[in-house]
């Protein structure tokens, strides 16, 4: 059995039945007391638009997730300066999907390229969500303007956030992977000492939703080589959901809020953040040309929009979409 596992049954709780441990922001999963490793548990009802029940395949393929990117780490295919925490036992009792759970790996278990386990102790992750909210101990500032006033310089910090977690996900769909990058799935590293960004940890290590994984079908796209000469249907598919992930997660979650108060509080022009987000992705596509993304990620400039009133009430065609055009973050490369 995993050793997180054992850990966790040995484990003893004032309350009968229970374990002592801090709960996280998905409302699901939980960190135990005196540990980094995570739990993530089944939740038989709805949260936000979808039930939250993990079934026995979904599990499975949590844990080949987790075996393909060990490889890519091992190939040194992952982008530079990532890690990711990987999912390294799941169980349920007698077949009820209602009681699945995960163990997630900790920090000194996450993978990057090389075959070095772990994450650099000098670092310090914080949550990316947590930068652009307000807290109790903090009620009239985020704490990206505690980290400013800690020393770090806002502009450079916004640009090493943008260059990073754009650049990361481009990355990952060129290389046929697409996490589900959100903002309380990814955490922006810290040199505290250096007072800079210093790379991104993915929480899971799991691909997208809409990816049948079995019987090697994901590691082979993967670990194929070779150009798609004539793209189908199918590949037109992928361009959009890769799109979907990459507008969405990354502009709507993480660029944007950062953006907004750059502009709101620091007085930053919108025109110059323009051009900061524009270089992220323009300087990427310039260093990796041969990567061929034209045939994966759609670069017209519109902007692929699906936030939850999409979802829930469909709007669009199916995986329920809207293009906006001249979005203003969004450069046009054709």
Known sequence: MNKYAVEVSNKQSNVEGSIDAFVLLS????IP????????TSFPAQITSENRTIDWNTAEDAIECARIVSQLANLVKLPKNLWVLPTLFAAQVKG?????????????????????????????????????????????????????????????????????????QLHFIAIRWVPDAHTQN??????????????????DSECEKNKII???????????????????SGSNIRIIISTLYFHHTIY?????????L???KYQISIVDIQAIVHNSLNSWLE??????????????????ERNLACKTLKIGQPPNYRLIRNHKLLPNLR
Not at 117 to 142: Q, S, Y
């Open 252 to 260: 709507t979650k993480h660029i944007e809020p950062l953006a907004r």
């Open 287 to 304: 260093k990796n040309s041969e990567m061929g993304m034209q045939n994966k990620i759609d670069l017209s400039g519109r902007y692929y």
């Open 262 to 264: 750059l502009h709101e």
């Open 214 to 232: 079995r019987g090697g079908k994901l590691a082979s796209s993967i670990f194929y080589s070779q150009p798609v000469l004539h793209p189908d």
């Open 27 to 30: 409302k699901r999963s939980f």
């Open 33 to 40: 007391l005196n540990g980094d490793y995570q739990i993530k």
């Open 186 to 203: 990814v955490a922006y590293l810290f040199d505290m000492s250096q007072k800079r960004f210093a790379g991104i940890l993915l929480k």
């Open 96 to 168: 009820d999907d209602n009681t699945t759970f995960y163990i997630r790996g900790g920090l000194r278990d996450a993978y990057s390229n090389g075959t070095t386990i772990g994450l650099p102790e000098h670092l310090t992750p914080v949550i990316a969500c947590a930068l652009t909210t307000r807290n109790i101990l903090t009620p009239d500032k985020t704490l990206f303007e505690s980290l400013v006033e800690f020393g770090f310089d806002p502009v450079g910090l916004f640009k090493d956030i943008s260059d990073g977690i754009i650049g990361a």
